[in-house]
């Protein structure tokens, strides 16, 4: 996968060690995308909107009823269902 | 394109722009990504010169307006073309296949933009910036507008805007869209381009492979440092504003605060007013029928055309306080959130958190609703909204239901003495309209409209305070498209409806209804709808509701020879003694499902961009209202419930 290194502007949030897709990253832990095991045409409008590889990803607010879920990824906020977060993989433990 | 020529609003994307003393008419495109204030800078730069219609073939909504020049050029006027929000020109939606076209000069009847208007938020330029690539690769003189300035100031973020422009090779202008600071630049920049003194620099950044969005976007984050931008701070009052709004009890409670406020507005608040224009419309009716001689035309321009396009005209007042309503939802960032907590729910029937307020609208009607439908992105959501929202029980249906209801259904308690058997039917009337709608949006997500490869992506805007100006414009905006049509396939069909209810003339006198071309169809479609209950006079008044529900109070009214209202005690004595109560209670079910309403049909035209869906919709509802009133009938008949 691409490594890349754009600092989003996260902050000193603790990176998971356990979850391995979005979907299972708790809200206000920080996650680094590597990759989305979507096809590619939703893949890159994911892409367009921050969800690139590399990334960090923190998990905000629900709706009520636990979904869909808001996203803060580079710089903006995206709430995605928890159909879409799971297909999100994320790095293993890694050192931010 | 061959089914926009008799739309006046489309000759804007058909005819090329009008040449002015001679003078070249130049066209500047303004490009941005969704919420970065396109919209709201194409306000500020057009005012009130500017029209809605679609771009030829597709559901995508072109904006064109005259840029106010103040004199500025005396050579050139200034064409202002707002294209939809897109994050990239790669065509993989029709907003984004509709920019690229135009930006081609590829999208007929669109002139190809002699400069292009860039706009990005600044608060988020590192992503912002990589729709920079694909759009400065076109080469074309582009004033790039970073938007939002004052949120940057206020939140701590910085940017060289004259370092910016070494590294982009265009201009860069630093504005705040909403406040007005910093929008002369733009005029500038376009009395520049139109002069055509604007010359072209190489960026010194290369641009980098647009297929390649990883690339991109470090080539934007490269950009950025370059120009020295810091990132603003997290807006600290949308997360504080965010944790009330989305709190997993506040949230849900001032969720349904707020829909119940839209609804009570529309349905009870717009009430006095509809009611106020309803009597100046006939009064300036009675006036005009003082004034002119009695005649045939007199009866074609009171009876028929005032009245009929005042029916019409009635409802703005609804229209105008639901849009309102939108408005201050949308421009506030709360309509994003709204959509979020009724996304769980909305996606159990296959459709989504943003079908749902214009689904509440069309409760009061569905004009509106479906007008309201646009701010749903995702094309097949948003089509499966304008098909199911006639389903909802609109305000118009309710004399009808209200005067055979009254006629029928004996006032006996149900439950309690406050919930009587009337209520009692109104309200299942209101259940089977929504449980017909949820019944279609499934039927439409499972088969033609399914949609599973797009994911629900909803992007979360910061809270901003809505401007009384971009309020006010949607408002004239929104009553502009509105009026058109009232005053276009509305007044048409009125008309028509009016010689078939007034002739053949017998000795020059208009015959009695039961005589009039009306009447005729109504007794040939007799054997059609016998099985349903119905009498010719029924028929008659299915004909004539055609043009809008409530006008078969009137119509039956007319042809009974009473008094044509909904509390009119003499019509319902009638109707008691010439229907049937199965014929009653099938009429009630076929006016909960038919799509007797022109206003839809055409405003359902108007958004789809053809006639097909339209006429798919009056086909389903018409066959979904005629079988079930058919088996209403013959079950209330077969006496199971007696």
Redesign the interface.
């Given at each position: 996968m691409l490594q890349m290194s754009v600092n989003s502007g996260t902050g000193a949030v603790p990176p998971s060690a356990i979850a391995r897709t979005l979907a299972q990253l708790p809200e206000g832990e920080a996650g680094v995308l590597d990759r989305l095991d979507l096809p590619d045409d939703i893949a890159r409008r994911l892409m367009e909107l921050g969800f690139l590889p590399g990334h960090i990803i923190v998990p905000a607010r629900s709706a009520p009823g636990g979904e869909p879920r808001v996203y803060r990824v580079d710089g903006s906020e995206v709430a995605l269902r928890r159909e879409t977060a799971s297909r999100l993989i994320l790095r293993a433990s890694e050192k931010l | 394109m061959s089914e926009c020529h008799d739309c006046a609003g489309c000759a804007v994307a058909v005819a090329p722009p009008p040449l002015h003393n001679g003078a070249r008419t130049h066209v500047v495109a303004i490009i941005g990504p969704p919420n970065s204030g396109k919209s709201t800078l194409f306000n500020r730069l057009t005012g009130l010169r500017q029209k809605v219609a679609n771009f030829p073939g597709v559901t995508v909504e072109q904006r064109v307006g005259k840029a106010k020049m103040n004199g500025r050029t005396n050579h050139h006027e200034v064409v202002l073309v707002d294209l939809p929000g897109v994050?990239?020109l790669?065509p993989?939606s029709e907003d984004e296949q509709v920019t690229r076209d135009v930006l081609a000069g590829t999208m007929p009847g669109v002139p190809k933009p002699d400069a292009l208007l860039l706009i990005l938020d600044c608060?988020?330029l590192?992503?912002h910036l990589?729709l920079a690539a694909p759009i400065l690769s076109l080469k074309l003189p582009t004033l790039v507008i970073l938007n939002m300035a004052d949120d940057l100031k206020s939140r701590g973020g910085h940017v060289d805007t004259a370092e910016l422009a070494n590294e982009l090779g265009s201009p860069v202008a630093l504005i705040s869209a909403a406040k007005g600071q910093g929008v002369d630049k733009v005029f500038q920049f376009m009395e520049g381009t139109s002069a055509g003194t604007t010359s072209l620099a190489p960026p010194r950044m290369e641009l980098p492979i647009l297929q390649d969005?990883?690339r991109c976007?470090?080539w934007a984050?490269d950009v950025g440092t370059g120009a020295a931008y810091r990132?603003p701070a997290p807006p600290i009052w949308t997360r504080r504003l965010?944790?009330v709004f989305?709190h997993?009890?506040a949230?849900?409670l001032i969720f349904l605060m707020v829909v119940a406020g839209v609804f009570q507005t529309i349905f009870k608040g717009a009430k006095p007013l509809m009611d106020g224009l309803q009597d100046l419309i006939q009064s300036s009716g009675q006036g005009i029928e003082h004034i002119l001689p009695p005649s045939i035309f007199r009866s074609l321009l009171v009876d028929g055309i005032w009245s009929g396009v005042g029916a019409v005209i009635v409802f703005l007042p609804q229209i105008l306080l639901l849009f309102l309503f939108i408005g201050i939802l949308e421009d506030s960032g709360y309509l994003?959130r709204a959509a979020?907590?009724a996304?769980?729910t909305m996606?159990k029937f296959g459709l989504q958190?943003k079908s749902f307020i214009p689904l509440i609208s069309a409760y009061a009607c569905a004009v509106p609703a479906i007008m309201a439908t646009r701010t749903i992105e995702n094309k097949r959501d948003r089509l499966a909204t304008i098909l199911i929202a006639p389903f909802m029980t609109c305000s118009a249906r309710l004399p009808v239901y209200t005067l055979i209801i009254a006629a029928f259904i004996a006032d006996r308690p149900l439950l309690g003495r406050f919930f009587g058997m009337q209520a009692g039917a109104l309200l299942g009337l209101y259940v089977l309209g929504f449980v017909a709608a949820i019944a279609t949006a499934r039927l439409l997500k499972s088969s033609i409209l399914k949609s599973e490869?797009?994911?629900?992506?909803?992007?979360?805007p910061p809270y901003r305070w809505p401007t009384l100006r971009s309020l006010s414009l949607r408002l004239v905006d929104r009553s502009k498209v509105f009026l058109h049509r009232a005053g276009t396939v509305i007044l048409l069909v009125i008309v028509v409806l009016w010689v078939l209810e007034n002739l053949p003339l017998k000795n020059g006198q208009p015959p009695e209804i039961a005589n009039s071309f009306a009447g005729m169809i109504g007794k040939a479609v007799e054997p059609a709808i016998k099985p349903l209950g119905f009498n010719w006079k029924i028929g008659i008044g299915l004909i004539s509701s055609i043009a809008a529900r409530e006008t078969i109070v009137g119509t039956l009214g007319t042809i009974y020879g009473k008094e044509g209202t909904s509390e009119s005690e003499g019509l319902r004595n009638a109707l008691r003694s010439d229907l049937t109560p199965g014929g009653a209670v099938a009429l009630l079910v076929f006016f909960a499902f038919a799509m007797q309403c022109m206003s839809t049909i055409a405003v359902v035209r108007r958004e789809t961009g053809g006639w097909k869906w339209p006429a798919i919709q009056f086909a389903y509802m018409t066959f979904l209202a005629y079988v079930c009133a058919l088996i209403t009938n013959q079950i209330v008949r077969s006496g199971i419930f007696t």
């Open positions: - | 994050y990239s790669n993989r608060t988020n590192g992503r990589v969005i990883p976007r470090q984050h990132a965010d944790s989305l997993p009890i949230g849900p994003a979020l907590i996304d769980r996606s958190g490869r797009v994911p629900f992506v909803l992007e979360m």
